[in-house]
């Protein structure tokens, strides 16, 4: 690799607090306000007694057959001395600076067009393997003209520390991917150094983007040819063609897996499954320097409890009996295949922390020539990713065995839900789903206590233990000291007591028929749920059913506080924080006692859902919204979410620890979780469709022969009450080339981090500089690529990484969501709920949230068992008026009818002769009166079925006017409001990379 670089000259050498970048996340850490939680001290952990050795127990049967070869080389799974941690100044880097302000504005989008208009496709090419630090690398390259004379933005990815943040130390000198400082910004915006310099233009601008990038009025653009730039879509089917119904195995340390997109088979061979574990890249950066040159985010997205085709063997349960799990004496990393067995099988030398262990004397076992121990197939945690031990009794609060889990159903009984019929409807639908409560593998029935309540400005516990004739309703109406008063009958085995539970049911409707009580209390609710776990020694969930803003005299009234007049400006954040004081301390309580809360809103107003949301979302939970909802038309999206969070695989009182192989570590998390500390990820449940994203730094050189190891470790209560941990390893690859790591990157799993990132960033950020850290993200990562990686080239040329081709339409698309797009047209709870959705989400939820399916139905044949037709980019230009589309995206589910749809594949699709006959029949699916054929209905359960969450089928058709809901989901147009196409985009970020490297 070339040394030659760049000098950076000051502002660039001045170090700054970490925003957007890998220099820290959006916001500076607390421990070292330099880069992020750098230099700080490693956190002591506290770990259970180390247990009494017990005689041997039998190896887990059924272990897969040994491999061809074996990736556990045992020369390769130790790191050498243990490092010295960097002093404090260690993350001082050079920088760029942003300064959207220059003598000279961007061309106008006329001027724009024509550039892209110029630009020239090379081809994808293969990825050489291994290439050199200086050889061509496979690349994605367009060819532009060059930028108008008007100066183009120059890039910087922080922000400005808080006043009187000092950095200490001189700067460092700029390291060999230093780019050139740009020229100082004309007079009047003085470039200071250390200082975001704010995006300021003439005009406004929605988008966040320069004056010709955003949605106001210019000339018209020139068409362009979409096909002329990389296709999401086209990625997505190259990948299903390459590993679509193969068996990837996980023998090879730092392999990248196929996209989430992609249907394959695992077999876990040592290292754990992507179902589980993703990485932003798979061959880490040797050194902090090459990180902070390259500003690829490191992290990994852990999706501890993620469904498993039925195709694949589930998690195997190791029980050392009471001795308890094998950990390091140091660390306390749990044992894995990485760790190193020696002195003929005596001890072993831990992969994480390099500590020498005395083996038990009931595990040790002989080693075979290869130096592995002879039993290495037989036992699931020396030959395999991921497994689960039972925990001992060291492992529980107070040394004592938990109870099995509870829920409890608490539901607004207010005017507007006894006279919508919602009350009802949610009693009737308990009756049966009930039955259906989750259950350990082989159990006859659910261990999973149930509990009932109901209120408005009061709250209704009702008793239901099956030796009563009735239910039992007690009144609590002193809000400000919450109690349950049923010490015994509260919490109910339902097959026990199912007779008195539904003829609750039945009655709670008919007691509040004549209620005129509008008024309603939140927080004491979910402190009463919090009681009744305590009283019952358990942990649990709270499903709450709740209708409007608590305003009647209580803990955690809430006023409104919805003011447009805040969007676009700096204290627009304040729409998005949660109010402090009572809701706070409620979701560390609910942690402390293990209690999950899912909300389920019914507004017709503002309710303020950024506090309301709070609790759930720190405590494991999800909120779901139906705004003004109707029982006739709404029903069946409302419980089928209902149904799939009763139903779902789920664990309770969690924490979870991630420890790293010396040299770097875990420093930032991202989830619906609790943090009391920085290295404990507490959650009050952990269900299937929950993931967290944890951030890494440096903290030492990483070595290429060693590699780099995770080992995320998760402590939990199963249905059935026993306490148990799961394990998840996996091994990365390290290398002192940068052309390995932009290879091994995961676009997927980028924009899962950027899009956490930025939504945790806009609580303390304004709108437009979280915007402009991602645009500056998104030019430092390419332009070090194409400096560093890329061939030679003409300077018109875009060049791309073959693996992040499509990076930066999922980042136009990031940027135009409802959260980060300052508009008085949308909604501040919406954008408030999908912040919250996403800061929980797995991979492949935000892949399919920031690029929806777009799929063709007209081209399909609706007699036959064909597959569905392959989706189609998200853009205008792909819609024709005799087409009908299907397009979904995790929340959203639309049917886009062309007002030229030929009747005979309206007959087909809808089994009516034409779309004047659709018009009666705007319902949704899957009610009994729909008129969709069975073909398309399949189509539409499907995905209803593979989603976490149910989705409300819209039937729009062309120039109608709901289809500007619609249109707003076609991702690589103009946002509706604000923010650019995705051609536009390219054309600015290419602007910018020539500017860094300029």
């Known amino acids: 690799m070339s040394q ?9 050498s001045q170090a700054q607090p970490g925003v957007g970048g890998y220099q820290g996340g959006f916001i500076p850490g607390p421990t070292q306000p330099g880069y992020g939680h750098y230099g700080a001290a490693p956190q002591a952990f506290a770990p259970p007694p180390t247990a009494v050795p017990k005689s041997p127990v039998s190896p887990a049967p059924g272990m897969p057959p040994p491999p061809g070869s074996s990736p556990y080389n045992p020369n390769n799974q130790q790191n050498g001395a243990h490092p010295q941690r960097y002093p404090a100044t260690y993350g001082q880097a050079p920088q760029s600076s942003y300064n959207s302000v220059v003598s000279r504005g961007p061309p106008p989008p006329m001027q724009l067009a024509n550039q892209m208009s110029g630009m020239t496709l090379g081809n994808y090419g293969t990825v050489q393997s291994p290439p050199s630090a200086t050889s061509p690398m496979a690349q994605q390259s367009f060819r532009a003209p060059p930028p108008s004379a008007a100066g183009p933005l120059h890039m910087q990815p922080q922000i400005s520390p808080p006043a009187g943040m000092s950095f200490p130390g001189p700067p460092p000198p700029a390291g060999p991917g230093g780019f050139h400082q740009p020229a100082p910004g004309p007079p009047g915006y003085p470039q200071q150094a250390g200082q975001f310099m704010g995006g300021h233009l003439a005009g406004p601008q929605p988008g966040g983007f320069p004056a010709g990038l955003g949605p106001q009025a210019g000339p018209p653009q020139k068409k362009l040819d979409l096909d002329s730039i990389p296709s999401t879509t086209q990625v997505i089917e190259d990948d299903q063609a390459k590993h679509g119904g193969q068996v990837f195995n996980t023998n090879i340390r730092g392999q990248v897996p196929p996209l989430v997109t992609t249907n394959f088979t695992v077999q876990d061979q040592g290292h754990a499954s992507p179902r589980f574990i993703r990485c932003t890249t798979y061959s880490l950066p040797c050194t902090a320097d090459l990180a902070k040159q390259c500003q690829v985010p490191l992290a990994c997205i852990i999706k501890p409890f993620a469904r498993l085709p039925k195709n694949e063997a589930p998690l195997y349960l190791v029980n050392h009996g009471e001795s308890g799990p094998i950990r390091c004496n140091r660390c306390k990393a749990y044992m894995c295949p990485y760790m190193q067995f020696i002195d003929g099988g ?48 060291d492992y529980c609060k107070n040394n004592k065995p938990p109870n099995p889990p509870a829920y409890v159903f608490m539901i607004d009984v207010s005017y507007n839900n006894i006279k919508s019929g919602l009350v009802r409807l949610i009693c009737e639908e308990l009756k049966t789903l009930l039955d259906k409560l989750p259950r350990e593998e082989g159990a006859s029935s659910s261990a999973i206590r149930v509990g009932f309540a109901t209120y408005n400005k009061t709250l209704h516990f009702y008793n239901v233990k099956s030796s009563l004739s009735q239910p039992q309703m007690m009144v609590v109406s002193d809000m400000a000291e919450m109690y349950v008063p049923l010490p015994d009958g509260f919490l109910v085995d339902f097959q026990e007591s199912r007779a008195l539970v539904c003829n609750l049911l039945t009655q709670i409707p008919d007691m509040f028929t ?20 305590k009283e019952a020694e358990c942990a649990g969930k709270l499903f709450i059913f709740h209708s409007s803003m608590p305003t009647a005299e209580a803990p955690g009234k809430l006023k409104n506080r919805d003011d447009k007049k805040l969007v676009n400006t700096d204290k627009e954040k304040t729409l998005f924080q949660p109010l402090k004081g009572t809701y706070e301390q409620l979701s560390k309580d609910c942690v402390a006692q293990g209690c999950c809360v899912d909300l389920f809103l019914f507004p017709n107003q503002y309710v303020d859902v950024a506090t309301l949301g709070d609790v759930p979302s720190r405590t494991g939970g ?59 990820v507490e959650m009050a449940a952990v269900d299937c469709d929950k993931a967290v994203t944890v951030e890494f730094k440096h903290d030492d050189t990483l070595s290429e022969e060693t590699g780099a190891f995770i080992q995320c470790a998760l402590l939990y209560t199963t249905i059935g009450g026993q306490r148990r941990l799961r394990i998840l390893n996996l091994g990365l690859s390290c290398s002192s080339h940068l052309a390995e790591l932009y290879k091994s990157c995961e676009t997927d799993s980028l924009i899962n981090f950027f899009a956490k990132s930025a939504y945790r960033a806009i609580l303390n950020q304004p709108l437009k500089n979280v915007r402009d850290i991602l645009v500056n993200q998104t030019a430092h990562m390419l332009a070090c690529y194409r400096k560093n990686c890329a061939s030679a080239s003409v300077a018109s040329q875009l060049i791309l990484p073959d693996v992040m081709k499509v990076f930066p339409v999922y980042m136009n698309s990031l940027m135009k969501t409802a959260p980060l797009t300052a508009s008085t047209e949308l909604s501040t709870d919406d954008r ?69 749809s030929p009747p005979d594949v309206i007959q087909g699709l809808f089994n009516v002769p034409s779309l004047a006959h659709l018009q009666a029949h705007m319902c949704v699916l899957p009610e009994l009166d729909n008129p969709l054929s069975k073909k398309v209905r399949a189509i539409a359960n499907d995905l209803l079925e593979k989603r976490p969450r149910s989705m409300k089928l819209h039937i729009v058709r062309q120039k109608d006017k709901p289809e500007m809901m619609f249109r707003q989901f076609l991702v690589e147009d103009k946002g509706l409001h604000g923010g650019t196409s995705y051609m536009d985009f390219l054309c600015y970020v290419h602007r910018e990379i020539r500017q860094l490297l300029t």
């Open 4 to 12: 030659q670089g760049y000098v950076a000259a000051p502002p660039y």
């Open 346 to 393: 005596r001890r072993y030398q831990c992969a994480f922390c390099n500590c020498i262990n005395e083996v038990p004397v009931f595990y040790f076992q002989h080693l075979d020539h290869m130096g592995r121990r002879v039993d290495f197939y037989e036992r699931a945690e020396l030959s395999l990713g991921s497994y689960e031990m039972v925990a001992t009794l």
């Open 514 to 533: 004549d209620t005129n009580e509008s008024e309603t209390v939140f927080a004491p609710v979910i402190q009463a749920g919090v009681e009744a776990f």
């Open 622 to 680: 999800s909120v779901f919204k139906y705004n003004n909802f109707q029982v006739d038309t709404d029903s069946e999206h409302f419980l089928r979410d209902l149904r799939k969070q009763v139903q779902k695989s789920i664990g309770f009182d969690a924490i979870m620890r991630v420890r790293t192989s010396t040299g770097f570590r875990a420093t930032d998390f991202f989830g619906a979780i609790y943090m009391n500390n920085t290295t404990d």
């Open 832 to 900: 408030a709920h999908q912040r919250l959705a996403v800061t929980a989400m797995a991979v492949e939820d935000t892949q399919l949230l920031l690029y929806p399916r777009l799929i063709p139905l007209h081209n399909m044949d609706v007699s036959g068992d064909a597959a569905p037709p392959a989706p189609v980019r998200c853009s205008e230009e792909r819609l024709t008026d005799s087409g009908v589309f299907l397009l979904e995206n995790g929340h959203a589910l639309f049917l886009w009818l062309g007002q030229a």
